[in-house]
């Protein structure tokens, strides 16, 4: 069973950073496009970033310009560094795992991790 556990949430101050990591097992790792979602009360999950086999990125207007998403395939993880963090990023973070060129088709999903930005 593939297992995605997220690391790295918490609460932080309007314009601080944290690191998100999330840690695949029982994965072939290097093939997969990894990837970010969030999800705030009362909405939508919605897409924040990811990185593809070849190492492309692609992030979320929302989040351009402060977040970077990163992978070790050596280690099997996926990080996403985010700065400037506005109250608005509070949400549940979500890490995913693609055998596709995108996160369009998401195969797996891990439990996700607060952050809370405070204001």
């Known amino acids: 069973q593939v297992l995605l556990v997220e690391s790295g949430g918490g609460l932080v101050q309007a314009g601080g950073s944290l690191r998100l990591s999330c840690a695949a097992s029982r994965l072939t790792f290097s093939p997969y496009t990894m990837g970010w979602f969030r999800q705030a009360p009362g909405k939508e999950r919605e897409f924040v970033a990811e990185i593809r086999r070849s190492g492309g990125t692609v992030v979320a207007d929302s989040v351009k310009g402060r977040f970077t998403i990163s992978r070790d395939n050596g280690e099997n993880t996926v990080s996403l560094l985010m700065n400037r963090l506005k109250h608005e990023d509070t949400a549940v973070y979500y890490c995913?795992?693609?055998?596709?060129?995108?996160?369009?088709?998401?195969?797996?999903w891990g439990q996700g991790t607060q952050v809370t930005v405070s204001s």
């Open positions: 995913a795992a693609s055998s596709t060129s995108s996160l369009s088709d998401v195969r797996y």
